[in-house]
């Protein structure tokens, strides 16, 4: 049994990654829209950029194999996974900061799509990554909360692509 999970797992990193990428990203945001709708969660600006960053991610994934160059798929992938590291780490950096910093926070005050129609897409994306209070909250968390687990994907696509496409970059 164990080899035949071994041999099904190396066949779809040789030969489907980025199928897979794209598929588990998709499957991180179906999660997290379920999650909201079924346990009544609200997600934050910065929750919903991060689903945004995932959608870029799968995105990257479907393009990396519809293209069939190693280099442009592994540039897509980890530049998505890169910004979402980013954005994850932003939000954990606002839960744990004090009240009192909190306070002095005031970018996350609308929800992220009516950021993007009042002041456009740049604009939206530089006030959630500011941040707020509303970023703070953890709303549900199992060991991690949802931008642990956020940076946690992230830094797993990272590494299987950097794992997947080592030998493209030959240092000599």
Same mark, same amino acid.
């Given at each position: 049994?164990?080899?035949?999970? &071994? ?11 980025? +199928? ?7 499957? *991180? #945001? ?11 969660? !609200? ?15 799968? #995105?990257?994934?479907?393009? /990396?194999?519809?293209?069939?160059? !190693?280099?442009? &798929?592994?540039?897509? *992938? ?12 932003? !939000?954990?950096?606002? !839960?744990?900061? &004090? @009240? ?18 009042? %002041? ?8 959630? +990554? ?8 953890? /709303?549900?968390? %199992? ?8 940076? @946690? ?5 990272? *590494?299987?692509? #950097? %794992? ?6 030959? +240092?000599?």
């Amino acid at each position: 049994m164990y080899k035949k999970i &071994s041999l099904i797992t190396k066949n779809v990193f040789q030969n489907y990654f980025e +199928l897979a990428v794209m598929f588990s990203a998709l499957v *991180i #945001i179906l999660a997290a829209i379920l999650m909201d709708q079924f346990m009544y969660l !609200q997600a934050c600006a910065l929750c919903i950029l991060t689903r945004y960053v995932f959608g870029l991610v799968a #995105i990257a994934g479907l393009l /990396g194999y519809l293209i069939k160059k !190693q280099f442009i &798929s592994a540039l897509l *992938i980890s530049t998505s996974s890169l910004m979402g590291m980013y954005v994850t780490s932003r !939000q954990i950096y606002i !839960q744990s900061m &004090s @009240i009192d910093e909190l306070a002095n926070l005031s970018g996350c005050g609308m929800p992220f799509h009516a950021q993007v129609d009042y %002041f456009g897409l740049t604009e939206a994306i530089t006030r959630t +990554l500011a941040g707020g209070p509303s970023c703070a909250e953890d /709303g549900w968390r %199992f060991v991690f909360n949802f931008a642990e687990y956020g940076f @946690i994907f992230f830094a797993i696509y990272l *590494i299987a692509t #950097i %794992f997947k496409y080592r030998g493209l970059i030959k +240092l000599t």
